[in-house]
C-alpha cells in the first residue's frame, strides 16, 4: 500500500486540537453564514495573533480564497503580477480568471519562489497600452510554494514598491504558520500595507477551511456577496471558524508548523539526493531521475515531481522522526 506520508502536508490527518474544536461547536443551534459566536472568536483569535484590525471571513478552501481576494483587487481587464511558479499561476486552474472575470496574471522570477526586487521593478515600469491588461495587484506568498521564506524587510520592500505605484497587494498565506515557525513576524503583515491576507487551515493541520484577513475594510463592502456567488459562504459557517479556535487558542499552530518543519530539517540531513532549494520550512526539494522516482514509488513511497523539475517531499505537523528515518533508508537504498 502507497505511503502519502510526505506527498503533500495536505494528505495529513487533521489536528487533534482542531477536531476538538470541530467537536464542540458541534453543540446545540447557531446562527448561520458567519454570524455565529464561533466565527466570532476565530476572527478574534486571528487579529490577536496577527495584532491587526481587520474583516474575516473563512472558506473551503486556498483556492477559492486566493481567486476571490484578487477579483476583489482587480477589474476584468487588469492583472495581478506574482511569481511565475506561485499556486494561482501553476496550480488554480484558471480560477482567479474565473472568478475575476478576465484579470489576467503577469509571471516574475525569482529564486525559490521570492520575486526578486528588480522583476517587480521591471514590471511596474511598463507603461499601459491598450492591447495589454495592466498590473493592479501583487500578489505574494509566504512561505512560497519551495518553502523559501521572505524576510520582513524584502517583504517589505516589494509591498512598499507596490504600493508606491497604487497596486493591491495580496498575500498567500497557505503556509504561513511554516514561515512564523521560522522566524517570520506576522504582525508585519498588516503594518507593511498588505490589503487581503490568506491564512492557510488545511495545510497547518485543521480540516478543509482557510481565512482571508481583509485589512483594508474598504474591500470589505459586500464581500459576502462575493462570497455567495462564488458558493464559499457556507451556511454553517461555524464549523470552517471552529478549527482556527482550537489551533489558535493555545498555541497549537505554531507548535505543530515547528514540528513539520524540524522534521524537514532532519529529512534534509539524512537525504542523499542533492537539495535544489534551501529548507527554510517543511519542504524538501530534490534532485532526482524520472527512473529513480519511479523505483521511489514501487518502493510503497509517494512523490510529486515539482514545477521546476525536482522531486519534493513535504513533512506536517503529523510527521514522526520514524518515518523521516524509514524514509532516508528507502532513499538511500536507491542509491546504493
Not at 480560477?95 to 528588480?118: M, N
Not at 493541520?205 to 462575493?226: K, Q, Y
Not at 471552529?242 to 489558535?248: E, I, R, S, T
Not at 529529512?267 to 530534490?286: D, I, K, M, Y
Request: negative net charge.
Amino acid at each position: 500500500m502507497a505511503r502519502y506520508d510526505f506527498a503533500s502536508d495536505n494528505a495529513a490527518p487533521a489536528a487533534p486540537e482542531a477536531m476538538a474544536a470541530v467537536a464542540a461547536a458541534n453543540v446545540g443551534y447557531a446562527s448561520g453564514y458567519g454570524s455565529d459566536p464561533v466565527t466570532a472568536q476565530a476572527a478574534d483569535l486571528i487579529r490577536a495573533w496577527l495584532d491587526a484590525d481587520a474583516e474575516v471571513r473563512f472558506v473551503a478552501s486556498g483556492t477559492a480564497a486566493n481567486a476571490v481576494s484578487l477579483a476583489a483587487l482587480c477589474r476584468p481587464f487588469e492583472a495581478v503580477a506574482a511569481h511565475e511558479h506561485a499556486h494561482i499561476a501553476t496550480d488554480e486552474a484558471g480560477a482567479p480568471g474565473f472568478f475575476g472575470q478576465g484579470l489576467g496574471l503577469v509571471a516574475l522570477r525569482g529564486a525559490s519562489g521570492r520575486i526578486e526586487a528588480a522583476a517587480l521593478g521591471e514590471a511596474l515600469a511598463q507603461p499601459d497600452v491598450s492591447y495589454r491588461q495592466a498590473i493592479a495587484a501583487l500578489s505574494l506568498t509566504n512561505a512560497t510554494e519551495y518553502g523559501a521564506v521572505y524576510s520582513a524587510d524584502a517583504l517589505g520592500a516589494l509591498v512598499g514598491a507596490a504600493k508606491a505605484k497604487g497596486l493591491g497587494v495580496h498575500l498567500d498565506g497557505a503556509r504561513l504558520a511554516n514561515a512564523a515557525a521560522a522566524g517570520f513576524d506576522v504582525k508585519q503583515i498588516a503594518r507593511f500595507g498588505v490589503d487581503i491576507l490568506v491564512v492557510g487551515g488545511t495545510k497547518a493541520g485543521m480540516p478543509p477551511t482557510e481565512a482571508v484577513v481583509i485589512f483594508d475594510r474598504t474591500l470589505a463592502r459586500r464581500f459576502d456577496i462575493r462570497l455567495k456567488q462564488a458558493g464559499q459562504l457556507p451556511s454553517k459557517g461555524r464549523f470552517f471558524a471552529a478549527p482556527f479556535v482550537g489551533m489558535l487558542r493555545d498555541g497549537a499552530l505554531l507548535r505543530h508548523a515547528a514540528q513539520a518543519n524540524a522534521m524537514a530539517q532532519r529529512l534534509a540531513a539524512g537525504q542523499p539526493f542533492r537539495l535544489v532549494h534551501p529548507v527554510e520550512t517543511n519542504g524538501v526539494f530534490v534532485e532526482m531521475d524520472e527512473a529513480t522516482l519511479q523505483r521511489l514509488w514501487e518502493a510503497g513511497w509517494f512523490a510529486y515531481r515539482f514545477t521546476d523539475g525536482s522531486v519534493r517531499f513535504m513533512c506536517s505537523w503529523a510527521t514522526t522522526a520514524e518515518a523521516v528515518d524509514n524514509l532516508c533508508a528507502v532513499l538511500r537504498g536507491l542509491t546504493a
